[in-house]
């Protein structure tokens, strides 16, 4: 399990790393204007999201273990905030007049709020067993 739990760290760090680079280069061309060869936007749209880790391990003094805490309290907060846009986004994909010809069918609302309130109800078990 801890090596089903470490790849899925691996690949969830790495989505959200591409989100972080893909982000600020849209910040960065389409609202502050700013021209940069891709190589360099890439680098420093990367050095940009790493500041944070580098800030947190310099606070924890690179300390594997407060990192593992620190990854753990983490997702938890993580969980707490996914259900405030899973339901809303199942909810917007089922309307008809907001989605039109794309709109969810009623099979796939259905299965997303079942799959939804049972991520909900582990993540409430989780934040019950941390607490």
């Known amino acids: 399990m801890s090596w089903l739990f470490a790849f899925a ?3 969830t760090g790495m989505i959200s ?7 600020g280069q849209i910040v960065m061309e ?3 204007n700013i021209r940069l060869p891709l190589w360099q936007r890439r680098l420093l749209t990367r ?7 580098l800030i947190i391990g ?8 407060d990192f593992e ?18 339901f809303p986004m199942i909810l917007l994909t089922a309307n008809k007049k907001l989605m039109g010809a794309h ?7 259905t299965v997303g709020i079942i ?9 409430l078990q989780l934040l019950i067993s941390t607490i």
Do not use: C, H, R, W
């Open 103 to 109: 709109v969810n069918n009623k099979l796939t609302t």
């Open 115 to 123: 799959l939804a309130s049972v991520i909900t109800l582990l993540n």
């Open 9 to 11: 760290l691996l690949i």
């Open 17 to 23: 790393s591409i989100t972080s680079t893909l982000s």
């Open 69 to 86: 805490d620190m990854i753990l309290y983490a997702q938890i907060v993580l969980s707490i905030a996914l259900p405030f846009t899973l």
């Open 47 to 53: 050095f940009v999201t790493l500041i944070p880790i």
């Open 30 to 32: 389409g609202y502050l």
């Open 58 to 65: 310099f606070l924890v003094g690179f300390n594997e273990s």
